[in-house]
């Protein structure tokens, strides 16, 4: 064996690079790739690299979701992991639980969510997690590329009680396209896709000696569910919500408890 296949870190490099490379023989085999067509390809791929879309290819062609199902293990205890998408900022409010996500006058619907997070473990209560919690608004934008909307809006570092117990208010947010313009967008138009994610509440559930959580909310009835462009929906993840009658505004309440596995208690590869 010689000092690359020996190192640990090429070994893996070698041993999957020439897996890729395999692949994309048979591909071309199977499937008689002409000149054109693999000069076509790389001059796409050359263009999702100057408008940094690999991200946005890989979530559209279900690697992202594939390789955090493999990492975080789909059918582990606990709440089923999800992507954080690009749209996450650190450093959002810390607001203490019941807590407002935005002001009265937001427009949508509104949503009242509450819940407790608990051990994978034992399901016993952990006290003072935080739920990191981003989304876009009513019209399907988030608040870092829309002006309109102030510094921060829908995002909220939620610190949950003494009982674990949490609840925010915020509105129902709208489905949105993440593809318009682009490389990825053209080619998931010359595949006959759509590039429309249902409306969902990312969420990142931390709490001491567990294993931080993050993963997605879905909004019921979505006309997108069953189509995801990065195909995240996990039925587990959809949120049931009841109309609440006596509001002022339109408003439904929710509950979702989050479970959150124990440190060491992890999938083998991370
Ligand atoms: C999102 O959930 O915000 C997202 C995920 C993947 C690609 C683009 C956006
Ligand atoms: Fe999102």
Do not use: K
Request: aromatic fraction near 6%; hydrophobic fraction near 40%.
């Amino acid at each position: 064996m010689d000092d690359a296949r020996r190192d640990p870190a090429n070994a893996r490099l070698v041993e999957v690079t020439g897996a890729v490379v395999s692949a994309l023989h048979q591909v071309a085999r199977d499937h008689r790739l002409t000149e054109l067509e693999l000069r076509q390809a790389l001059s796409f791929l050359t263009e999702v690299g100057t408008r940094n879309e690999f991200t946005l290819l890989s979530d559209v062609m279900g690697l992202s979701v594939l390789v955090d199902d493999l990492t975080h293990g789909a059918d582990g205890p606990g709440t089923r992991h999800n992507v954080e998408g690009p749209a996450y900022r650190p450093g959002a409010p810390l607001l203490p639980s019941p807590a407002q996500l935005c002001g009265a006058d937001e427009p949508g619907d509104v949503l009242v969510l509450q819940g407790t997070v608990r051990s994978a473990a034992d399901r016993c209560p952990l006290p003072n997690a935080v739920l990191d919690v981003w989304q876009t608004s009513a019209h399907g934008t988030y608040e870092h590329e829309d002006p309109a909307q102030p510094d921060f809006n829908l995002r909220g570092r939620v610190q949950a009680d003494g009982a674990g117990d949490y609840e925010l208010r915020t509105i129902v947010p709208g489905p949105y396209r993440i593809a318009r313009g682009g490389p990825v967008g053209r080619l998931l138009l010359a595949l006959g896709r759509h590039d429309w994610r249902p409306a969902h509440i990312h969420v990142r559930v931390t709490a001491p000696e567990h294993a931080p959580l993050t993963t997605m909310l879905f909004i019921p009835g979505d006309p997108w569910l069953g189509s995801d462009a990065i195909d995240a929906v996990q039925a587990p993840l959809i949120l049931e919500m009841a109309p609440c009658p006596e509001a002022e505004r339109t408003t439904f309440s929710s509950r979702f408890d989050f479970e959150l596995r124990p440190l060491g208690d992890a999938p083998a590869r991370r």
